[in-house]
C-alpha cells in the first residue's frame, strides 16, 4: 500500500495570512492526489484532484502543487471558514489511502 | 443536488455483523461509484469498500475477508456488511461517490457513528 504521510500535524495561522500543508507518497503516484477538508457536523468536501484541478465550486484561494511523491496544499489569504482539518488521498492505485490529517487552527 | 446519507444501528456487540445503509440521491448507481471510507476517533480515514457503476466490487485487502458490500439500485441504496466485529472497527463510517474512472470523492455524507462495545 501507498502510505502518505501530511506534515505539518497541526498549523495555526491568522485570517489573512497564507499557509502551505505538505503530503509526501511512500512512491510515485503521478499526478494523482486529491485534497479534502473536514470540519465536524459537515460532509467532508473535495478541494483537490489529480494534484493540482480545483473542483468546481472551491474558491482559488485553495490551490495544488507536485508530482511524483511531494504534494502541497496551498491556501492563500485565509478566511475564518478554512480553519478544520485537511486530508490528502492517492488516488493512483488500489487501496487508495489517506494521509495523517493536518489540523489548521486559529492563532 | 447530490446527497448522500449513511444509516446504521449506532452501538453494536462484538462478533457481530454490521449493516450500513447509505441513500444517495440527485444521480443513478448505474452511473456512479460509491465507497465506505472510515475514521476511528481521533485518527484518520480508511478506504474500505467500494461498488462501481456496473455493479462490480473491490475491497480493502486489510479487511477484505470480514466485508460485503452491494448495491439495490432500486431504493438508490449502497449496502455494507462488516461481520465478527472488534473494538478496533469503532469509527465514523462515510459513503462517498466517485465518478467513473475517477478514484478520488467528490461527494460524502455527513457519517454514521459506529460503537463496538458489550
Known amino acids: 500500500d501507498v502510505q502518505m504521510t501530511q506534515s505539518p500535524y497541526n498549523l495555526a495561522a491568522s485570517p489573512g495570512e497564507s499557509v502551505s500543508i505538505n503530503c509526501k507518497a511512500s512512491?510515485?503516484?503521478?499526478?494523482?492526489l486529491a485534497w479534502y477538508q473536514q470540519k465536524p457536523g459537515k460532509a467532508n468536501k473535495l478541494l483537490i484532484y489529480?494534484?493540482?484541478t480545483l473542483q468546481s465550486g472551491i474558491p482559488s484561494r485553495f490551490s495544488g502543487s507536485g508530482s511524483g511523491t511531494d504534494f502541497t496544499l496551498t491556501i492563500r489569504s485565509l478566511e475564518p471558514e478554512d480553519f478544520g482539518l485537511y486530508y490528502c488521498q492517492q488516488h493512483n492505485e488500489y487501496p487508495w489511502t489517506f494521509g495523517g490529517g493536518t489540523k489548521l487552527e486559529l492563532k | 443536488q447530490v446527497q448522500l446519507k449513511e444509516s446504521g444501528p449506532g452501538l453494536v456487540q462484538p462478533s457481530r455483523t454490521l449493516s450500513l445503509t447509505c441513500t444517495v440521491s440527485?444521480?443513478?448507481?448505474?452511473?456512479?461509484?460509491v465507497s465506505w471510507v472510515r475514521q476511528p476517533p481521533g485518527k484518520g480515514l480508511e478506504w474500505i469498500a467500494a461498488?462501481?457503476?456496473?455493479?462490480?466490487?473491490d475491497y480493502n485487502s486489510a479487511l477484505k475477508s470480514r466485508l460485503s458490500i452491494s448495491r439495490d439500485t432500486s431504493k438508490s441504496q449502497v449496502l455494507l456488511k462488516i461481520n465478527s466485529l472488534q473494538t478496533e472497527d469503532t469509527a465514523m463510517y462515510f459513503c462517498a461517490r466517485s465518478r467513473p474512472y475517477y478514484w478520488y470523492f467528490d461527494f460524502w455524507g455527513p457519517g454514521t457513528m459506529v460503537t463496538v462495545s458489550s
Open positions: 489529480d494534484g493540482s
Open positions: 461498488i462501481w457503476s456496473g455493479g462490480s466490487t
Open positions: 512512491k510515485s503516484i503521478s499526478k494523482y
Open positions: 440527485g444521480f443513478s448507481l448505474t452511473s456512479y461509484g
